[in-house]
């Protein structure tokens, strides 16, 4: 079997000709058709070169970082631009496939004057994005080693979460030990919502001292070799109420239906119907406000994703996320997720900590 590198996938999937160049600009995207870069400036791609275009600062780390790619430095009277123009007049470049969901009308203004008028600007319309919603196994190896720390860093804070410690001392402890355990940096700010807090979906950890009876919702990730995780948990500290044992009992129940239920061929919208069916019909209409989940890999939101609006049939090699919810303001909330690995028969979650309440 042949390997293609993703600049070949991208050159394959926009059956680009000869006259036909790719500038990227989104970092994540030129991170992933470099299969490793990670600095600034843009990334020029055609069927006869691959070349980042950077400043001094990022030249060597460059070189190191895609060594399949040619660094063009720019200097004073030559910016990204101009170096641009030189590739897409080297080559009798006639298309130049741009991101312009991505640069502001002022950048794609400087660009085209650049460049010149008489060189045709189509959108690359996420083109880069649809390539990388199927991993491949070398992305889902650092995505596992990303849940693998995700998991143990949940395990091991669960003895340190005491009454009296506040929600962004839990992040810290929290954070500094998936750094401990080997994170690269953190896939999003970590989400820590107690009691009353619970009900907020994107909760920012704050001041809020930590009780017994509280709910304690913690949504996390580590990033690792440039790839995400995510996985949130609900645990009680100490005897929770009746009626948040309920909450938690009816998220799990949803969470464990379409996890088993996920499995290539099935639809976003689907999946998102099962558990919002299930969580509707046990008096909680209209308190799971957000989609089941999303696609994780250099982004922590990608494409496709588990919505009412999706209706993208999902294919083998998808890593996506299961997170219900369950939201009660004033009273507080329940969310639990898994990232998951979508199978033609199934699904491997692989976010692994336990998922059943967890009573401190």
């Known amino acids: 079997m042949i390997h293609l590198t993703a600049a070949e996938r991208l050159i394959n999937y926009l059956h680009a000709g000869p006259k036909t160049a790719v500038a990227v600009h989104d970092p994540s995207n030129m991170f992933y058709l ?31 970082q895609a060594p399949g790619f040619r660094v063009e430095m720019t200097e004073t009277g030559r910016n990204h631009n101009r170096v641009l123009s030189e590739l897409v007049k080297a080559e009798e470049i006639t298309e130049l496939r741009v991101e312009t969901n991505w640069l502001s009308v002022d950048a794609f203004e400087d660009l085209r004057a650049a460049v010149g008028e008489e ?4 959108p690359l319309k996420g083109a880069p994005q649809k ?23 949940f395990n091991a804070i669960l003895p340190k979460i005491r009454p009296g410690m506040t929600e962004k001392e ?61 996985m949130t948990r609900t645990v009680a500290l100490g005897k929770p109420s009746d009626e948040m044992r309920t909450v ?24 998102d119907k099962l558990a919002r069916d299930y969580i509707d019909a046990r008096g909680y209409a209209g308190r799971f406000g957000h989609g089941l989940g999303h696609s994780v890999g250099i982004d922590i939101h990608e494409e496709p994703r ?11 090699g998808v890593v996506i996320t299961v997170e219900p919810g369950i939201y009660l303001p004033g ?25 059943q309440l967890i009573i401190l």
């Open 248 to 271: 938690y009992e009816t998220v799990l129940r949803a969470q464990s239906m379409c996890e088993d239920a996920l499995m290539a061929g099935k639809t976003g919208e689907e999946l």
């Open 131 to 153: 390539l990388r919603e199927i991993k491949t196994p070398a992305e889902i190896v650092a995505i596992r080693k990303a849940c693998d720390i995700t998991s143990e860093a």
């Open 170 to 230: 839990l992040q810290i402890e929290l954070d500094f030990t998936m750094l401990r355990l080997g994170a690269d940096e953190f896939a999003f700010d970590t989400i820590i919502a107690s009691g009353e807090n619970g009900s907020l979906c994107h909760a920012i950890p704050g001041s809020r001292t930590l009780k017994n009876g509280d709910m304690i919702t913690m949504d996390f990730g580590a990033k690792v070799g440039g790839y995400c995780s995510d």
């Open 34 to 64: 470099t299969e490793g870069y990670t600095g600034e400036g843009l990334v020029y791609i055609s069927e006869a070169s691959r070349v980042i275009i950077t400043d001094f600062r990022y030249t060597e780390q460059a070189e190191r």
């Open 119 to 122: 060189i045709s600007f189509v």
């Open 331 to 355: 009273v507080g909330g329940v969310r639990i997720e898994n990232t998951c690995l979508v199978k033609e028969n199934g699904c491997v979650p692989l976010t692994t900590a336990d998922k």
């Open 306 to 316: 588990l919505s009412q609006r999706c209706k993208d049939v999902l294919q083998a």
